[in-house]
């Protein structure tokens, strides 16, 4: 199964203008997963990217990735799809 890689990833938000925010919401123990924030200044709306970890708290391999601002339940966060179909997204792998 291919995997979108989170360097490639975060080089292509940086490309963009986004930061990589310090906080992160860390899951490694129980879940698996670690999920970082992307900002950028002075827009409101963020990137959410869960990232898989091992049994190290270590990976590259991304899980989902969100956009917006607010609440999932409200509708102010929408998660993007990742088609690997498409050329942008098998570059990234």
Known sequence: ???VSFTK???YLESLG???ERGKDDYSDSLHFITYFFSKEGEKDKYFVNVFTDCNGIGDHIM??????GSIFVGGIKTIKIDMRKKFWKNLV
């Open 1 to 3: 199964m291919n995997f």
């Open 9 to 11: 990833y975060k080089s």
């Open 18 to 20: 986004y930061s990589l």
């Open 64 to 69: 989902s990735i969100n956009y917006g601002h």
